[in-house]
């Protein structure tokens, strides 16, 4: 099942785009709940075509030393199965084919998955809930999703399931620098400068959510806790380019 190229046209949890608010994402207070699961799907899908060229003018390509630092870390042999999670247009499986692993994707976005230039299988869906069975893969990647997940802690759970004992798992996302002057230049530029890039190029209430997203994200601790408590006992943290971006990485038990 997992070999076969196959992307759905059917819009994951069967609510059809027409029947929302076309722009959930602009707003002040953050969605919640399943309306944050429409939400993240229609801005991804608007900001599809523009995502890549965004993200490497707003982290000054530093989001591609990221993904390396993630494939890397995912310390596991060539040919092993790996599933990227919330794939997006695919950089991740463009790394991990590099680096001599097998790619599978998923992510709720048909416009993401059809921007997609990897050529790594894939398929819609929410993954929170992957059709997958038990132990089926050696690894797991997910790049700068988390935060837009409404259950956190059924993800981990969901990670736990999928992949096999002695798997690993090579999570990133946006971070909050510890160090408040890094801080303080972080929010200028994410709260004030980014939001402008994403309004000349793409979609400025995108990416107004972007650096507002994170507050959804539990501290590293609680964190490195969750993905204990789902079967990564070894899990740890690391904060990347001073804490603009966090690394986790665990082996299932
Ligand atoms: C910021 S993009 C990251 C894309 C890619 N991983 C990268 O490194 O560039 C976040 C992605 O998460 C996807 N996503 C968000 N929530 C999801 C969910 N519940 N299930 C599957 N994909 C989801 C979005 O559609 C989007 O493609």
Not at 23 to 43: C, H, N, S, Y
Not at 78 to 94: E, N, Q, R, Y
Not at 144 to 167: C, H, I, K, T
Request: aromatic share 6%; glycine share 10%.
């Amino acid at each position: 099942m997992l070999s076969h190229r196959a992307v759905s046209t059917e819009p994951a949890h069967g609510r059809s785009l027409s029947g929302v608010n076309r722009r959930a994402w602009d707003t002040e207070a953050l969605p919640q709940g399943e309306e944050k699961v429409v939400a993240v799907r229609q801005m991804f899908d608007a900001i599809a075509p523009r995502y890549d060229l965004v993200n490497r003018i707003m982290t000054f390509r530093l989001d591609v030393r990221w993904r390396r630092i993630a494939v890397r870390s995912l310390a596991l042999p060539s040919g092993s199965t790996v599933l990227d999670l919330a794939s997006g247009t695919g950089d991740l499986c463009i790394d991990l084919g590099r680096a001599g692993l097998r790619p599978l994707s998923a992510d709720l976005s048909f416009g993401m998955l059809a921007a997609d230039r990897s050529g790594a299988p894939r398929i819609q869906a929410d993954i929170l809930r992957l059709p997958v069975p038990d132990g089926a893969v050696d690894g797991v990647t997910c790049g700068f999703a988390l935060r837009n997940l409404v259950d956190l802690s059924a993800f981990f759970d969901e990670l736990g399931r999928v992949v096999r004992p002695g798997g690993r798992i090579s999570l990133l996302d946006v971070g909050i620098p510890h160090n408040p002057l890094i801080r303080f230049g972080n929010d200028i530029y994410f709260g004030r400068i980014v939001p402008r890039i994403g309004a000349m190029l793409s979609d400025g209430a995108a990416y107004r959510y972007l650096p507002k997203s994170v507050a959804y994200l539990p501290d590293r601790a609680e964190m490195v806790a969750m993905l204990q408590r789902a079967g990564f006992a070894d899990a740890t943290h690391r904060q990347l380019s001073g804490g603009l971006t966090q690394l986790m990485v665990g082996t299932r038990r």
